[in-house]
């Protein structure tokens, strides 16, 4: 009887100092979820306090001789074959700057950021993809459109490692808009039409809002960073990825230069 | 009177202190130690269930706010409160009458009980009144009824029931008379009345009810975890918890004496494990702390979807994971870990991160499966261990149940027909007998007939037994056919292979090709050369046919093209790849160039047949003797000389790819060109010739049962020498020969750690090589187990000859597998689970039902590698899908076959299996049967009858299709049907057209899915439909996209509450659709299985064509828009 009663009281004891135990877990995860959401708040806080982000800007530049882009043979569809050029989506850009390289933050963010409620739109025109490369933050919606008075197909093949979903819908002509989001970080997600074999496009899911992808001229601008050290990384759908460090400043501006190809090189596949 | 106490009275004067003392400590450390005892020697769990509650509970606490907030989360949204509101509204809708019924009701119910009260009564004292009539008026004297009494009693009887005797008090109005008759009438139509209100109130509560479960599983469907009320029910269980034994104790119900067969108490310690909460290490962590012993043991079971199909209630713990279940007193004991116990637990690698050995327990009772089908992945050990052992052909020395089973069921086959000849004979005899008798006049018509009835049923059984004795000659036909060896046949090796290789190949298989699944022998030069010379004496001297060389380019384009590397690999070590069979990279050094173009043509060609019967390789003099032509196939199976069935094809497991002699040139041109050295750089081998040699070559060849894996002459029904490891993970230790190493082993000493094992093996250049085979490192401590005998045997067969001395013939003969730590762990696994349990035989997974055949089927697919191309279930990995060429175009790789049986006709595919070309065995088959716009080539296996027929039942059987299948018949199009399937079948928003093939080879270079024409002899039309509305959801990754279809409910038809589907197309409709009720998708289906060639052609005609036309077609383009935007 006293033995159960003893009992009693330890496992009294035992529930008094989980309790105790509890409380201080319930303190130390509060105190995590003040600190989560003041990082929140600072990112989101972030684009308001101009004085202290700044910007990212720079090149990408191309050493070899640029191929001439491929002819393509649109003749199994003549709603394709019947507008504009036939040649492959891969595009160099002018002179020395790279086109379609996507620039990012690879490292050095910490914060959380949310994606921004803004979508971004892939067009279907000509049987080509508008735009080639698209930058997207992980759960932004994207909108796709089909403006051919033909049938397509957007059939997205993330890597089988990337935790994406890999999925294929039918868009006919003057179908409604589909509206689609990725949920996990991946460069360079290959999406293509299974109707239109040469119709290939690459959408790179950003875990933060610091990207950019090259224009004709090479050039990318990263705007409203905060200040810190950060790995760059810039992507090229056949010629791999390059990462440099950038330290950036309150309010600072730093200019990067890439450069993809060198000497030997035939200039990519 | 008083005595006087003498002085020294022993009683009063001695004092007795000491002792008690003494007893009284010994009984107070008595109930010390028995307290100390109780609490911690030998209950060890109580500690454990104390920590357990402990943390437990604080892990609870946080889950029961978690819970909570995400459950007001759920209560927040706009569609709860939507719900919410439509509760509310129900609710105040039928409120009115939901009370008037209730208090209409209530009345019923109070005159009911007023009425019942009485009439309880009354009838029991009717019933004994009956009673007393019905026997009062028997006499029992005369044993007959007085009638006219009887007659009398039963009118005074029914006069009573009519008189009102009854008095009910009803609420309102008391002592209402009634007679017996009224108050029965009276007591059913209460009774009536009640049940009417009772389907009145349910009627007028079922909106409001069905508003609050909609409420109510609104919540529960999207609380990730339990609900709060739920978690505080199990706080509420373990806030009084009083630490005490937690058991699972199976009874057993089948055998001779009753008792337990499983008695676990695993869970004593082991409490999260079936916990509906998941709680992980990190959870059962008190905060600040890292994860200790305590944290590990309270882990929820990793794979809650196995204990589902493995209810613990009757399966225990033990018959998966060993240990002593019973053993409660320490840790070590219950998970067997001690010398008196010989199942030790079986532990996953935790250091290393894998799965370690304990999927061991799988094999256990899965022994007769092939391959453990799982959602989550557990299995990918075992199923590894048991494919290894018969990839790397460890089943040509050992056998093992269930493996290699063609042989031995020839054997009994062969038996079976004996026995039923015999039975033949004597039945006739027996005819014989019985018709005499039936003839003799002397017995009566009856008995004749009797006796000729007899000889009778013998006549139908004798026939029943030829029937048999057909499909037992069949089936031997059949497995005479599926006999398989792992390795090349030698009997060809003069016509196949470079002479002068063949010693340096055999002398170490491994500095050849590294990856090669021949093991090495070890052995010396004299062996070498007498095994040579003895392969190389006794082989076929037949040549083969000279062939023209080829274009290695197109060979090798092909060689990538055709899926050759699902099964051969090229490059070595980091730049492997390619399937697990022969790797290719130096065929060029070793083959001869005209053989291999025959090989490749087909590789099921013997330069002779074998005839088992007369133990020859028959020669076309064999056949010239009878006058017949020199063939011999499937066919052509009969020996020529005795009419016995011959071993026709090559027992390779390599398929035809029904290539042309071009591209069968072409691509052996390529291969030829595989090599690092020049063919003609191998020193000389003539010795081979010397027939000195022979004998001592036979004697090792015998020695080191060569022809477990290969074909050789003289050796055709050599046994296996090996020992036989059906069971050997139940050997007791002592069983196992350590040899020398015993104590070593036991005291943890490493002995691949020995730098003098090269003793043991010259070749070995470097020690380290074996000891990273190991798949858990160097010893740590006592390995005298059998884990560590399998493991340290796999890495170094020949390492219990350490410290022996032993001449050549009596050395450990095991060759050196040369297995990475992987395989060794999975092999390991595979042993130490071949168990002979003591569990009755229902634990065995011996199904007899549909799962038998899937059980069957997958020997069949494991044998054939068809894995290497096809995805059986979801996730498995293929070998093609990681080669590079299909990296960007996974649309070109060989269909999946998540659920062939559920949408191809098992006829159909019966058909396919045995000739996939679909060309009905035309000489012009070189091209796939259903997607001949694949490049990758789904070959001819020339399997057998048997084996077609467990492919087919297996994949009948994984989609839960009945066999056998009987097509329904389609209702029949009419014209206007006709017209509108035409219409969605070349609707511009799904161009059908344009992918599928259609046989015009201009339309089909483009073509990326099969043809329509084969849809209705092919498909399921059930299949056909859930297909065009998601095939993602079929074969994920598929090109035919999804989306073509939507499905606009249509509201329920009662008694059903949820709203109908109905698929519509996804895209503009012609005029003709309006007021179509029925599904679209079914109307396409139907019009793709009534397809005939001309309608295809015509539909095919009108697409929009390539632009060389365009101008021409521009206006069929115009004319389709227009239709498509007047449907808008």
């Not at chain 2, 009083?242 to 104790?249: A, G, K, L, T, W």
């Not at chain 2, 895209?1067 to 793709?1088: C, E, H, M, N, W």
Request: aromatic share 8%; proline share 7%; glycine share 6%.
């Amino acid at each position: 009887m006293k033995h159960a009663n003893g009992r009693v009281m330890f496992s009294r004891m035992l529930a008094l100092m989980a309790l105790m135990a509890l409380a201080l877990l319930v303190s130390c995860s509060k105190n995590k979820g003040t600190n989560e959401e003041s990082n929140a708040a600072e990112t989101k806080a972030t684009p308001v306090d101009k004085s202290q982000v700044g910007t990212v800007e720079g090149t990408v530049n191309f050493t070899g001789t640029k191929p001439t882009p491929k002819k393509i043979d649109m003749s199994q569809d003549p709603v394709c074959a019947k507008k504009g050029e036939n040649t492959v989506e891969t595009v160099m850009g002018n002179a020395q700057g790279l086109q379609n390289v996507f620039v990012y933050v690879k490292d050095g963010f910490n914060g959380t950021a949310d994606a921004p409620t803004t979508s971004v739109t892939i067009d279907q025109e000509g049987c080509r993809y508008h735009p080639h490369v698209l930058g997207v933050m992980a759960g932004q919606t994207i909108q796709i459109k089909n403006d051919d008075n033909t049938t397509h197909n957007i059939h997205p093949t993330p890597a089988a490692d990337s935790g994406n979903r890999e999925w294929n819908e039918s868009q006919g002509p003057g179908a409604p808009p589909l509206e689609k989001s990725f949920g996990r970080p991946e460069v360079m997600l290959p999406v293509k039409c299974n109707q239109h074999p040469w119709m290939k496009m690459y959408i790179n899911v950003a875990k933060n809002p610091y990207f950019a992808v090259t224009d004709a001229d090479g050039k990318f601008n990263i705007k409203d960073l905060p200040p810190g050290d950060y790995t760059l990384a810039a992507v090229h759908e056949s010629m791999g990825e390059q990462t440099q460090k950038v330290h950036l400043d309150p309010k600072g501006a730093q200019t990067v230069t890439f450069t993809f190809g060198g000497a030997g090189s035939s200039g990519g596949k | 009177m008083a005595t006087q106490i003498p002085d020294d009275d022993p009683i009063t004067s001695k004092s007795y202190a000491l002792p008690y003392l003494i007893a009284s400590v010994v009984l107070i450390g008595t109930l010390l130690w028995a307290l100390w005892d109780e609490n911690y020697a030998q209950r060890p769990w109580k500690a454990y269930q104390d920590e357990f509650v402990h943390r437990y509970s604080a892990f609870l606490k946080t889950a029961v706010s978690q819970s909570g907030k995400d459950q007001d989360r759920l209560k927040n949204s706009a569609e709860y409160k939507q719900l919410e509101a439509d509760y509310n509204a129900a609710v105040a809708t039928g409120d009115a009458q939901v009370k008037q019924i209730k208090k209409e009701a209530a009345e019923v119910d109070a005159h009911l009980a007023a009425v019942q009260a009485v009439f309880t009564d009354a009838k029991a004292r009717m019933g004994a009144d009956t009673y007393s009539v019905e026997t009062g008026t028997f006499d029992q004297d005369n044993g007959r009824v007085d009638e006219k009494e009887h007659v009398k009693q039963v009118s005074d009887l029914n006069q009573d029931k009519q008189k009102p005797n009854y008095e009910v008090d009803y609420p309102g109005e008391k002592g209402k008379k009634y007679s017996y008759v009224q108050l029965e009438e009276k007591y059913n139509e209460l009774r009536l009345e009640k049940a009417d209100y009772v389907t009145r109130l349910a009627a007028a509560m079922k909106p409001q009810n069905e508003a609050k479960a909609k409420m109510d599983q609104y919540v529960t469907d999207r609380l990730t975890s339990l609900a709060p009320a739920q978690i505080q029910g199990i706080q509420q269980k373990y806030e009084s918890w009083y630490p005490q034994i937690r058991q699972v104790n199976v009874l057993d119900t089948t055998g001779p004496i009753p008792g337990s067969l499983i008695v676990d108490r695993c869970e004593s310690c082991h409490m999260g494990t079936r916990e509906p909460l998941t709680l992980t290490a990190a959870a059962m962590t008190p905060s600040g702390q890292k994860p200790d012993q305590y944290s590990r043991a309270f882990v929820s079971h990793p794979s809650p979807e196995l204990l589902q199909i493995h209810d613990p209630e009757r399966f225990g713990c033990s018959p998966c994971h060993n240990g002593n279940g019973r053993a409660t007193t320490s840790m070590e004991k219950a998970h067997g870990e001690y010398e008196h116990w010989l199942w030790p637990l079986y532990h996953t690698d935790r250091k290393r991160g894998n799965s370690g050995n304990i999927e061991a327990g799988c094999q256990t009772c899965h022994a007769s499966d092939m391959f453990l089908a799982t959602n989550s992945g557990v299995g990918a050990t075992i199923n590894e261990g048991k494919y290894m052992f018969q990839l790397r052909g460890c089943m040509g020395c050992h056998r093992y149940e269930g493996y290699d089973r063609e042989p031995e069921e020839l054997t009994a086959a062969t038996q079976t027909i004996r026995q039923l000849e015999a039975d033949i004979k004597d039945n006739t005899h027996q005819i014989e007998i019985l018709r005499k008798k039936a003839d003799d006049p002397n017995i009566s018509n009856q008995e004749a007939e009797h006796y000729n009835q007899l000889a009778e049923a013998l006549l139908i059984t004798n026939s029943k037994n030829a029937g048999q004795i057909e499909t037992l000659d069949l089936r031997s036909r059949s497995l005479l056919r599926d006999v398989k060896k792992i390795g090349p046949n030698l009997k060809e090796i003069r016509a196949k292979l470079n002479k002068n290789w063949i010693p340096v190949w055999i002398h170490k298989p491994t500095d050849f090709r590294p990856s090669t699944r021949m093991p090495n022998f070890r052995l010396n030069d004299d062996q070498v050369r007498s095994i040579a010379a003895y392969l190389w004496q006794t082989a076929i001297p037949d040549q083969v046919q000279h062939a023209p060389a080829g274009n290695a380019e197109h060979g090798r384009d092909l060689f990538m093209a055709r899926g050759c590397m699902a099964c051969h690999s090229v490059g070595e070590g980091s730049q492997m790849v390619g399937g697990p069979y022969a790797n290719l990279t130096r065929v060029g050094e070793k083959v001869s160039y005209d053989y291999l173009v025959r090989w490749i043509k087909n590789p099921r060609q013997r330069l002779r047949p074998y005839c088992p019967y007369e133990k020859k390789d028959i020669g076309p003099e064999d056949y010239a003797k009878k006058g017949l032509a020199y063939v011999f196939d499937a066919d052509h199976s009969k020996c020529p000389n005795d009419g016995h069935e011959l071993q026709w094809q090559q027992t390779t497991i390599m398929p035809i790819l029904r290539l042309s002699d071009q591209d069968a040139a072409d691509i052996a041109t390529f291969l030829m060109t595989e090599k690092t050295k020049d063919p003609a750089s191998y020193a000389d081998a003539s010795f081979m010739d010397d027939p000195k040699l022979k004998e001592t070559g036979k004697t090792w060849i015998r020695q080191f049962g060569c022809a477990g894996c290969h074909e050789i002459s003289g050796f055709e029904d050599e046994g296996r020498i090996g020992t036989e490891l059906t069971v050997e993970g139940s050997k007791p230790i002592e069983r196992l020969d350590f040899a020398l190493l015993t104590i070593p082993a036991q005291r943890g000493v490493e002995p691949f750690k020995d730098p003098g094992l090269k003793q043991l093996d010259a070749s070995i250049t470097d020690s380290n090589i074996i000891l990273s085979r190991l798949p858990e490192g160097p010893a740590a401590g006592d390995w005298y187990t059998l884990k560590g005998f399998f493991e340290h045997k796999l890495a170094m067969p020949n390492i219990y000859d350490k410290g022996k001395i032993k001449g050549d013939m009596e050395k450990l003969r095991m060759p050196d597998p040369h297995l990475n730590p992987e395989q060794i762990r999975a092999l390991v696994t595979f042993l130490l689970g071949s168990q002979e349990t003591s569990l009755p035989d229902q634990y065995q997974y011996k199904p007899q039902d549909y799962r038998h055949d899937i059980q069957e089927g997958w020997w069949v697919v494991q044998k054939y590698g068809c894995m290497n191309c096809h995805q059986f279930t979801p996730g498995q990995k293929t070998v093609l899908m990681d080669l590079p060429q299909y990296k960007d175009s996974p649309e070109k790789l060989p269909p999946k076959l998540l659920t062939e049986g559920a949408r191809v006709d098992p006829d159909w595919l019966l058909k396919f299996l045995n000739d996939p070309s679909l060309t009905g065995g035309k000489a012009d088959n070189n091209r796939n049967g259903v997607r001949p716009y694949l490049d990758v080539r789904m070959p001819t296996f020339n399997l057998s009858p048997e084996e077609l027929r467990k492919l087919v039942r297996f994949f009948q059987a994984m989609s839960r299709q009945p066999m056998p299948y009987i097509p329904q018949k389609p209702d029949v199009l009419t014209a206007k049907e006709v017209e509108m399937g035409r219409s969605l079948f070349s609707s511009q928003a799904a161009p059908c057209l344009k992918c599928h093939a259609t046989g015009d080879a201009a339309h089909d270079k483009t073509a990326t899915a099969p043809n329509f024409l084969l849809a209705k002899e092919r498909l399921k039309p059930g299949w056909a439909e859930r297909w065009i509305i998601d095939p993602q959801s079929i074969s994920p990754g598929t090109a035919m996209p999804s989306g073509l279809f939507r499905d606009e409910k249509l509201p329920p038809v009662p008694p059903n509450t949820e709203p109908r589907d109905h698929w519509v197309f996804n895209g503009p409709l012609p005029p003709s659709f309006a007021g179509y009720t029925d599904d679209q998708t079914k109307l396409l289906v139907r019009y793709i299985f009534q397809l005939t060639p001309e309608e295809q052609r015509a539909v095919s005609s009108r697409m929009p064509k390539a632009a060389p036309a365009a101008g021409a077609k521009s206006s069929a383009v115009k004319r389709q828009a227009a239709g498509s935007s007047g449907a808008r």
